[in-house]
């Protein structure tokens, strides 16, 4: 569609609504007020007004800022409006700059810029929707730029019902912030406050409802790091006219129910039903087809991101975006005698779906649910291919989903929240008598579940010996000179969900001096220093984000040049939620060290913030340092060996020498008096 034949869809200099209310704003705040400041710029207000009064919803926007600096006036100088032309039209009422007590009129036909940018197609997403830009001469500091728009129009397969979101936004706070619903009594709107928002003031007007909220003067919130992603941290308001979830997937299951497959697809499912009777081979087997074929794109122009695609235009195409691959992959499991059918989940808010309301905009990805033997596993097609069978495969979703079901009543658990063992490495390092001798590393690294998935992926986009000068660029971080001695060994357990890599090293120049010149020093890490990223000493409101459960577990044995010394531990790190543990051990010419992470949950309480950060920053503290020493050009031990702690055994024998220095003393002073 071409930009001129949709230009219609933008309206300037529109007279605004009759339904619109403007009430005047602050043009000068206090002092004390900072928190609407930021970029050059104070943001006087933010008002938006929605009414459902009329056969086409309408959002109507107005802002207010004050230009501070050279930089703000940069930043407020340019107006975009965004919209999607299939189904919405825009109108510019105004963009003025106020300068003293006069008022520049700047929403002309001939400065607007009709724009297709596609600010997703990045991601892989083409949604055709429109950008109107403008950018305003001669903003100067001082003035107050106004800028009032209105967007027409709703997703169309929503058949008019609303849903919303009212945002107070704590991180970008405004002066004053209003917002507003006009709507006719005889529809009802569930509502659902979310962090205490302001008191609604309710007029009515023979059969029209007006509610308005407003807060002036909102503190800034900082954002804090690891928040869960689902957490609501503003106060919020969230409306739907969705009285049910069955509502929401009785409208919306049609859509996805479709089993017309093209006559070349569908050779290939009954090609696939011979060769794999077992229905959980099949399951898998097709998962592995449509993730194998099927490549990703997302196409959705005029209808909002709620429905896929016909089947035959997906297959003829080859691609398709998460509710196409779902609905191929529902139709020809159907046809292999599956019971599949599409769910919608949400990757950031799916844990507090529950305690949404029910509403169409609560989602943001599409998978299949695949039942079979009263089982639910929760596929998704638009993975890079997964090994596995269907018990092992990795599903990566959890939280809650919709099951795209006439029959759903409710929200479905997903599960995912027993700790998968993920990786565990074992090196092997051997060292030569000399101090010039090379130290042989042998690492042995399994990962399962979505870690051998990536692996695979890596290795089949960069192939094996990209893979392995990856390796051996992160291996030469810690030691400049060491070189692969053999070509990295790959075993691949593709039933299991397993990979196993073999690496061998050489490490030349083994033995760094230490911080005083007098021994010498080996380091060597474990790599878990990067799953649990220490926070500020600071009180916290937020619970702190883990990740999905998971395990790490390593072992380290270290072949000396000669029987060594020193203490061993076992040290135990660990909150509600977390736990961390350390196993060191010498046994004459071989040292151990055992290291296990266990992250049991997704999210721990804010409360537990020390406790946690005692575990993270022992993760930090990832450096096993071997001491020795050279004496007659052998290696010897250092009496001492440090990990995350000193050993002790060194003040021990210093405390020996001296004491024998000291008797040696006195023999001698005894001696001379006679």
């Given at each position: 569609?071409?930009?001129?034949?949709?230009a219609?869809?933008l309206?300037?200099?529109a007279?605004?609504?009759?339904?619109v209310?403007h009430?005047p704003?602050?043009?000068?705040i206090?002092d004390?007020?900072?928190?609407?400041i930021?970029?050059?710029?104070?943001r006087?207000?933010?008002?938006i007004?929605v009414?459902l009064?009329?056969?086409?919803?309408?959002w109507?926007?107005?802002?207010?800022?004050r230009?501070l600096t050279r930089?703000?006036?940069e930043?407020?100088?340019h107006?975009v409006?965004?919209?999607d032309p299939?189904?919405?039209?825009i109108?510019?009422h105004?963009?003025?700059?106020?300068?003293?007590?006069?008022?520049?009129?700047?929403?002309?036909p001939?400065?607007?810029?009709l724009?297709?940018?596609e600010t997703?197609?990045?991601?892989?997403?083409?949604?055709?929707?429109?950008?109107?830009s403008l950018?305003i001469?001669?903003?100067?500091?001082g003035?107050?730029?106004?800028v009032?728009?209105?967007v027409?129009g709703?997703?169309?397969?929503l058949?008019g019902?609303?849903?919303?979101?009212?945002?107070?936004d704590?991180?970008?706070?405004?002066?004053e912030?209003?917002q507003?619903?006009?709507?006719?009594?005889?529809?009802?709107?569930?509502?659902?406050?979310?962090?205490?928002?302001?008191?609604?003031?309710v007029?009515t007007?023979?059969d029209?409802e007006?509610?308005?909220?407003?807060?002036v003067?909102q503190?800034?919130?900082?954002?804090?790091?690891?928040t869960?992603?689902?957490s609501i941290?503003?106060?919020?308001l969230?409306?739907?006219?969705?009285?049910?979830?069955?509502?929401v997937?009785r409208?919306?299951a049609?859509f996805?129910?479709?089993?017309?497959?093209?006559?070349?697809?569908?050779?290939e499912?009954d090609r696939l039903a011979?060769?794999h009777?077992d229905?959980?081979?099949?399951?898998i087997?097709w998962?592995?087809?449509?993730q194998r074929?099927?490549r990703?794109?997302a196409f959705?122009?005029?209808?909002?991101?709620l429905?896929p695609?016909?089947?035959?235009?997906?297959?003829?195409a080859?691609?398709?975006d998460?509710k196409d691959?779902?609905?191929?992959?529902?139709?020809g499991a159907r046809?292999?005698?599956?019971?599949?059918?599409?769910?919608?989940v949400?990757?950031?808010q799916?844990?507090a779906?529950?305690e949404?309301?029910?509403s169409?905009?609560?989602?943001?990805h599409?998978?299949?649910?695949l039942?079979?033997?009263?089982?639910?596993?929760?596929?998704?097609?638009?993975?890079a291919?997964?090994?596995g069978t269907?018990?092992?495969v990795f599903?990566?979703?959890?939280?809650?989903?919709?099951?795209?079901r006439?029959?759903?009543?409710?929200?479905?658990?997903?599960g995912?929240?027993?700790?998968?063992?993920?990786l565990h490495?074992e090196?092997e390092?051997?060292f030569?008598?000399r101090r010039d001798s090379?130290?042989?590393?042998r690492?042995?690294?399994?990962?399962s579940?979505?870690a051998?998935?990536?692996v695979?992926n890596?290795?089949a986009?960069e192939?094996t010996?990209?893979?392995?000068?990856?390796?051996l660029?992160e291996?030469?971080?810690?030691?400049?000179?060491a070189v692969e001695?053999?070509?990295?060994?790959?075993?691949?357990?593709t039933?299991?969900?397993?990979i196993?890599?073999?690496?061998?090293y050489?490490?030349?120049d083994?033995?760094k001096?230490?911080?005083?010149?007098?021994?010498?020093?080996?380091?060597?890490?474990?790599?878990?220093?990067r799953?649990?990223?220490?926070?500020?000493?600071?009180?916290?409101e937020?619970a702190i984000y883990?990740?999905?459960?998971?395990?790490?577990?390593s072992y380290?044995?270290?072949?000396m040049p000669?029987?060594?010394k020193?203490?061993?531990?076992?040290r135990r790190f660990?909150?509600?939620c977390?736990?961390?543990?350390?196993?060191?051990?010498?046994?004459?010419?071989?040292?151990?060290?055992s290291?296990?992470?266990t992250?049991?949950?997704?999210?721990?309480p804010?409360?537990?913030?020390?406790?946690?950060?005692g575990?993270a920053?022992?993760l930090?503290?990832?450096?096993l340092?071997i001491?020795?020493?050279?004496?007659?050009?052998?290696?010897r031990?250092?009496?001492?060996?440090k990990g995350?702690?000193?050993n002790?055994i060194?003040?021990?024998?210093?405390a020996?020498?001296?004491?024998?220095?000291?008797?040696?003393?006195?023999?001698?002073?005894?001696?001379?008096?006679r």
């Open positions: 569609m071409k930009l001129e034949r949709i219609q869809d309206v300037l200099c007279a605004l609504p009759d339904w209310d009430q704003y602050p043009s000068e206090p004390a007020e900072a928190s609407c930021a970029n050059g710029s104070c006087l207000l933010n008002d007004q009414s009064c009329s056969p086409e919803q309408a109507h926007c107005r802002t207010v800022q230009v930089e703000g006036a930043r407020v100088a107006v409006a965004e919209f299939g189904f919405q039209r109108e510019v105004f963009i003025r700059v106020i300068r003293g007590n006069e008022r520049i009129e700047h929403a002309k001939e400065v607007f810029q724009l297709r940018r997703n197609l990045e991601r892989l997403v083409f949604d055709g929707r429109l950008t109107a950018l001469p001669d903003v100067r500091i003035d107050i730029v106004e009032c728009v209105t027409y709703s997703v169309p397969v058949g019902r609303y849903v919303g979101w009212a945002t107070f704590g991180f970008h706070p405004w002066f912030s209003r507003r619903l006009v709507r006719p009594r005889a529809r009802r709107i569930f509502m659902k406050e979310y962090n205490g928002p302001p008191e609604c003031a007029a007007n023979a029209v007006d509610s308005r909220w407003q807060i003067g503190r800034r919130r900082e954002a804090e790091a690891l869960p992603p689902w941290l503003h106060p919020s969230q409306f739907s006219e969705f009285a049910s979830w069955n509502e997937a409208l919306l049609p996805y129910e479709s089993d017309r497959l093209p006559d070349e697809l569908a050779a499912v011979v060769a009777q229905p959980a081979e099949r399951a087997e998962l592995r087809f449509v074929e099927l990703y794109f959705s122009l005029g209808e909002g991101g429905t695609r016909a089947l035959e235009a997906i297959w003829s080859r691609f398709g998460c691959a779902a609905t191929l992959y529902a139709a046809r292999l005698g599956l019971e599949a059918c599409a769910a919608l949400s990757t950031t799916g844990f779906l529950d949404m309301i029910p169409s905009d609560a989602f943001n599409c998978i299949v649910r039942r079979l033997n009263e089982v639910s596993y929760w596929l998704d097609p638009t993975m291919v997964q090994s269907l018990q092992n599903q990566p979703h959890a939280g809650w989903a919709l099951v795209l006439p029959e759903t009543t409710d929200l479905e658990k997903m995912g929240d027993e700790p998968l063992h993920i490495q090196d390092v051997t030569g008598p090379p130290a042989i590393l690492r042995r690294i399994d990962c579940f979505w051998a998935d990536g695979r890596a290795i986009n192939g010996s990209g893979y392995s000068q990856a390796t660029k291996m030469r971080s810690l030691w400049p000179g001695t053999s070509p990295i060994e790959v075993r691949d357990d039933a299991s969900n397993n196993t890599l073999v690496l061998s050489e490490i030349p083994c033995w001096p230490g911080d005083d010149g007098s021994r010498l020093d080996f380091g060597i890490a474990s790599g878990h220093s799953e649990l990223q220490p926070l500020p000493p600071v009180q916290r937020s883990l990740g999905r459960p998971r395990k790490f577990t380290l044995r270290l072949n000669g029987s060594w020193g203490d061993g531990w076992l660990e909150a509600s977390v736990q961390y543990s350390d196993s060191f051990r010498v046994d004459g010419r071989t040292i151990t060290n290291r296990e992470l992250v049991d949950a997704w999210m721990l804010a409360k537990e913030t020390e406790a946690y950060n575990v920053k022992k930090q503290e990832d450096l340092i001491w020795a020493r050279e004496r007659f050009g052998k290696i031990p250092w009496i001492g060996i995350r702690l000193f002790g060194r003040n021990v024998w210093h020996i020498w001296i004491a024998w220095l000291l008797i040696i003393g006195l023999k001698v002073i005894v001696f001379v008096l």
